[in-house]
């Protein structure tokens, strides 16, 4: 019989989406029994430093170090598979997976391609501010010719405002003004919205934002499903 995959979940980027990305894995494989889920292993180190407050050149602190030694405490204790339900860590990612003996699965690759794939030629991203400065997101819409566009200043201000100061602290959204910058993103000519930030995946989770969205924290939970070589329950 062969082993089975351990899945590490490097979370805590922030908590919330860690634990919503579990909840996704266990909700979307096909499984009948406890022992037909994925093993695994999650850290949830909410002390890791900021990662936009340092891309962004706010702080002082990297996080990369924290994540490594964390991701490397994973592979110890048995995961041969990892995954980061963050984006904007991404930016940290070559350095990572260089590092690491085993698969490091990659967020913003995987979103890309499902865009790609379900016929889009031009998508709105939705980030942070650090995912969309250092166009870690466009890199990938460049690579497979998928044309993109990022909100105006005043339109990455109300995302900021709605993923630091509304969604982290558990307040209310602002739904109006989050619409208002995907209105923004559609009168562009985007075909679909890629919400590139985990932290609006969990707005996603507490509403029906309908078909126009891509949630890339789904997308890296479908993806880690199929490498562990479980199957997918729409």
């Not at 979940?9 to 096909?30: D, Q, S, V, W």
């Amino acid at each position: 019989m062969e082993k089975p995959h351990v899945l590490g979940i490097l979370g805590g980027l922030g908590p919330m989406a860690g634990a919503y990305f579990y909840e996704l894995l266990i909700t979307h494989t096909k499984a009948d029994s406890d022992q037909e889920h994925i093993d695994t292993v999650l850290s949830g180190r909410a002390s890791t430093p900021d990662r936009t407050a340092f891309i962004c050149g706010r702080s002082d602190q990297n996080p990369l170090d924290q994540m490594l030694a964390d991701a490397k405490r994973l592979v110890a204790y048995g995961a041969d598979i990892l995954a980061m339900p963050c984006n904007t860590a991404h930016y940290f990612y070559d350095s990572l997976s260089r590092s690491l003996p085993v698969p490091l699965i990659n967020i913003v690759e995987v979103t890309v391609k499902r865009a790609r794939e379900q016929g889009c030629t031009k998508v709105g991203i939705m980030a942070t501010e650090g995912t969309v400065t250092t166009g870690t997101y466009q890199k990938y819409c460049d690579a497979v010719g998928l044309s993109w566009e990022v909100p105006s200043r005043e339109g990455q201000d109300r995302l900021n405002k709605i993923i630091y100061d509304e969604i982290k602290p558990g307040k209310e959204p602002d739904m109006e003004s989050f619409n208002q910058v995907a209105r923004e993103l559609t009168e562009r000519g985007c075909q679909r919205i890629i919400l590139g930030c985990t932290e609006l995946s969990l707005l996603r989770r507490q509403r029906d934002l309908g078909p126009l969205y891509i949630d890339s924290l789904e997308t890296l939970a479908f993806e880690a499903i199929k490498a562990c070589g479980k199957e997918i329950r729409y």
